[in-house]
């Protein structure tokens, strides 16, 4: 018997052709929708955020961007800081810090209220720079006695003020660092001064003196009760910045 003759037991006339297909979107045992190759059809979900779903699912209120907020387009940076900022660099105060520390006869105790040390790591890396320029590789010696110039100066002040001792540790190394910039142009100077003659102690003298006003000048401004133990800090500020113009001068 031919595939295509469906008999029929009721006694109606035989249907010859192909045999009925389910409809468009159903299985043949009424399980559920099929596509064309059997493979059942769900509702399909887009993953374009800015599309409306087939779902119950309310597209978002707009499309998001590369900086993280929603925007008109892909990769908007209208919203973004710059680089520096988002670092904590700022580089007009520094430059007004450091105008500052190169007069020690006029300090300007309001730019140096918050401390940072985005300028001291500066002033290091220069002062690193002209050591290199003369032929000596000080970048760690330069850092190492920074942070430990900075720990007595933190350890000598709180014992001398006692209850009253205010000075934290970050504040003391910012002092610290920006009150460098003479001993940077000290270095930078002494790579055109030959052998370690009389002009160049007479330079690392003027320089250690002037890292120390301007230190102590500061702390006495910014720090609550160190006016009444300027002498007394002067002496640890000057320790510090001679240990620094030993490098430069030997």
């Known amino acids: 018997m031919r595939d295509d003759v469906a008999l029929s037991f009721d006694g109606a006339e035989p249907f010859r052709g192909q045999r009925p297909r389910a409809p468009a979107g159903q299985m043949a045992g009424g399980q559920g929708p099929m596509g064309r190759n059997g493979a059942s059809v769900l509702p399909f979900m887009p993953f374009d955020l800015g599309a409306p779903s087939s779902g119950n699912v309310a597209p978002p209120s707009g499309r998001l961007s590369y900086g993280g907020g929603s925007g008109n387009g892909f990769g908007a940076f209208e919203d973004e800081l710059p680089l520096l900022e988002e670092l904590g660099i700022n580089i007009p105060q520094i430059m007004r810090r450091t105008i500052t520390v190169l007069n020690p006869f006029r300090v300007n105790p309001d730019l140096h209220e918050d401390a940072d040390l985005s ?113 007394l800090v002067a002496y640890p500020c000057g320790l510090i910045y001679m240990a620094f113009s030993l490098l430069v001068v030997f």
């Open 119 to 231: 300028g001291p790591i500066i002033f290091c890396v220069l002062f690193g720079v002209c050591q290199l320029l003369a032929g000596k590789l000080h970048f760690g010696v330069i850092l190492g006695w920074t942070t430990l110039g900075s720990l007595f100066l933190y350890m000598v002040f709180n014992l001398l003020a006692g209850k009253n001792g205010s000075l934290d540790l970050y504040r003391c190394v910012s002092l610290v660092g920006y009150c460098l910039i003479p001993m940077v142009l000290f270095s930078a100077l002494s790579i055109f001064v030959p052998g370690r003659g009389l002009v160049k102690l007479i330079m690392a003298a003027v320089t250690v003196l002037w890292c120390t006003r301007s230190c102590t000048s500061l702390m006495a401004v910014l720090v609550p009760h160190a006016d009444e133990h300027k002498v």
